[in-house]
């Protein structure tokens, strides 16, 4: 039997609860220096109840191929990755905005 979402109401495979989810949000990338002058890109602005931030987080690692870890409702990769982190987000769906 499949699984029923419980905001929606549909089956799981009809669930659109994410993908709108994904439209309605403005996410942030911003820079930041940590020390020894490490820096590290900070993507900012997800809705932790709506989308799942670590596994958002383990597609980004995978993409840019980085470290970094999703923590405070915010996800850090190490390393300067705000194009390829803009391009990946807005492929799946999200509003993007460069700081």
Same mark, same amino acid.
């Given at each position: 039997?499949?699984?029923?979402?419980?905001?929606c109401?549909?089956?799981?495979?009809?669930c659109?609860?994410?993908?709108?989810?994904?439209?309605?949000?403005?996410?942030?990338?911003?820079? %930041?220096?940590?020390?020894?002058?490490?820096?590290?890109?900070?993507?900012d602005?997800? %809705?932790?109840? @709506?989308? %799942?931030? *670590? %596994?958002?987080?383990?597609?980004?690692? *995978?993409?840019?191929?980085?470290?970094?870890?999703?923590? @405070?409702?915010?996800?850090?990769?190490?390393? @300067?990755?705000?194009?390829?982190?803009?391009?990946?987000?807005?492929?799946?769906?999200?509003?993007?905005?460069?700081?």
């Amino acid at each position: 039997m499949a699984e029923i979402c419980p905001v929606c109401g549909l089956p799981g495979e009809l669930c659109m609860c994410e993908e709108i989810a994904r439209e309605q949000q403005s996410v942030r990338i911003s820079m %930041d220096s940590r020390r020894y002058g490490k820096m590290v890109t900070v993507i900012d602005g997800i %809705d932790e109840n @709506d989308i %799942d931030i *670590n %596994d958002l987080a383990k597609k980004l690692k *995978n993409k840019c191929a980085a470290g970094g870890t999703a923590k @405070d409702g915010r996800i850090e990769l190490q390393g @300067d990755h705000k194009k390829k982190v803009k391009a990946v987000l807005e492929e799946m769906g999200f509003k993007t905005e460069v700081v």
